[in-house]
């Protein structure tokens, strides 16, 4: 099978608003796909559909052969556009919940590029500043094994030289065989990405 994922005719109303209308499309391995789209055009609601989040009105969406659900949580790593992470913890605290709640989590390759970055694991998050909590929220999330990374806005916060570090890992992903979708406004990032 060389597309990790399948749509068929997904479409998700709230009431009689129409989210997501008929889609059609399949996501092959190895690629970094672009998702744009102006506000109100469904892609927030198709990223929950896809985490599990929110079920679909009609159709089906399969990830590497299984539909969402218990089967596909550990193929899929997700960056939301806000941060879920805890202000009062120290980095190495969520770190530890990480490890214990993902069994595909390398602690390593996050410690790794916390130190890339010269970010000290023993502070609390809240004495970070917002680029820098943006990182550790993206840290986290690449340091899962996972088969599809979603990437809600990775470059809110970033300098110019982080982006472009974030676009040599998602390259990497993409060829190991990951595919990554990348939710962006910034149109540059997009096409320096692909």
């Known amino acids: 099978m060389n597309n990790l994922v399948e749509i068929v005719n997904l479409t998700k109303k709230y009431g009689t608003n129409v989210a997501v209308n008929h889609l059609t499309v399949s996501l092959p391995k190895g690629k970094i796909i672009g998702l744009l ?14 985490n599990g989040l929110l079920t679909p009105t009609e159709g089906t969406i399969l990830i590497d052969g299984n539909n969402v659900g218990p089967a596909t949580k550990s193929k899929v790593a997700y960056l939301p556009d806000r941060t879920y992470l805890t202000m009062n913890q120290t980095i190495r605290e ?5 490890q214990d709640f993902y069994t595909d989590f390398s602690r390593e390759r996050a410690e790794e590029m916390l130190k890339s970055l010269g970010i ?27 088969s599809l990374y979603i990437l809600d806005e990775p470059t809110t916060g970033l300098h ?16 190991g065989g990951n595919t990554v979708v990348v939710i962006e406004h910034n149109l540059d990032v997009i096409k320096t990405a692909d």
């Open 37 to 50: 789209g102006p506000n109100g055009s469904g892609k927030t609601t198709l990223i929950k559909i896809l």
């Open 94 to 98: 969520i770190l530890d919940f990480f």
């Open 160 to 175: 110019f030289a982080d982006v472009h570090k974030l676009v040599d890992i998602l390259h990497k992903l993409a060829e």
């Open 120 to 146: 000290d694991p023993a502070v609390k998050m809240r004495t970070l500043s917002k680029g820098t909590k943006e990182k550790v929220q993206l840290i986290l999330v690449m340091s899962r094994n996972a």
